[in-house]
């Protein structure tokens, strides 16, 4: 066989598996720019290895947590997000699935957000760093066990109201009870409607009072009725990342509010109620030493923050 002859043999034979395999779809996904201040225009763009099939479509995960759709044509296609709620590095995910939801290729990337100072409004943070000060000249607000508002100086309270969101932030105790900051949890959500397409797994933290899942800690919670309420929940990713202080490193939170880490100088996670779409297996936390989000596996056992509005 010359080579000639041969090259034509192999040619055929990559055809041949080229149109009887899966759909592979994607060659290579980039974003531009690589690193931007927060408020920057990011612009992810997807190149494909043919055209997209009928009834195909392409999913992008920016980092939140939350899948977009990309649109194009032909083997191109692109998403532009301008980005504030996110902060430090970012995953994205991009997927192709066919008409019945089944990812048939994936690819991944990184991109930077960094701190701007006249961007802290959309991140639910002061814009003037002298606002977060001793003398309680912030837009916290200290809440007591029955849920009425306190001074900013009383050294007791229970809760943080967020006057920018109108949240209520659960605050934890040292007291090994209940809301002891040292419990952690597993993540748990029977509910299918939220909980990404797998319910968890139940108690399967170390805590006291309640079985050791996410659940399970927010049935006991609204059950007593913390802070005067009961409609206590898991805040979203974006809910927890807007108490993130970017000015404030390990921790990245106001500590004049929110003193109850269990260890400041540690990444210590806190799970939040929104799952990890292209993982069902896996739900999105953040953690106070740098303010960064990631998924993990809903097994793991993490701390817990509770909110309400």
Known sequence: MTRNQASKLLAMGSLLFFTTSAYSGID????SPIVG?????????VTL???LPKNHKILIDVGNGTFLPMKGTGT?????????TLIGKQDYVVGIYDSQGTLQSRDSGSYTIKYRQDSLVALGTPKDPSTHNQNGDSHFIKINHVGDEIDANAPDWRCVKDTHSGLMWEIKTTDFGLHDQRHTYSWYNPNDKYNGGDAGTQNGGHCVDSQCDTASYLKEVNAIGYCGYHNWRLPTVDELQSIVDYQ???PSINTVY????????SEQKFWTASPYLDDKDSAWFITFYDGYSNASHKRNHFSIRLVRE
């Open 28 to 31: 290579y996904a980039t974003v």
């Open 37 to 45: 201040v927060s408020g920057t225009t990011f612009t992810f763009n």
């Open 49 to 51: 290895d043919r055209s």
């Open 76 to 84: 191109q296609y692109r998403l532009s997000q301008k980005m504030y």
């Open 248 to 250: 404030r490193y390990s």
């Open 258 to 265: 929110f003193p109850d880490l269990h260890d400041p100088n």
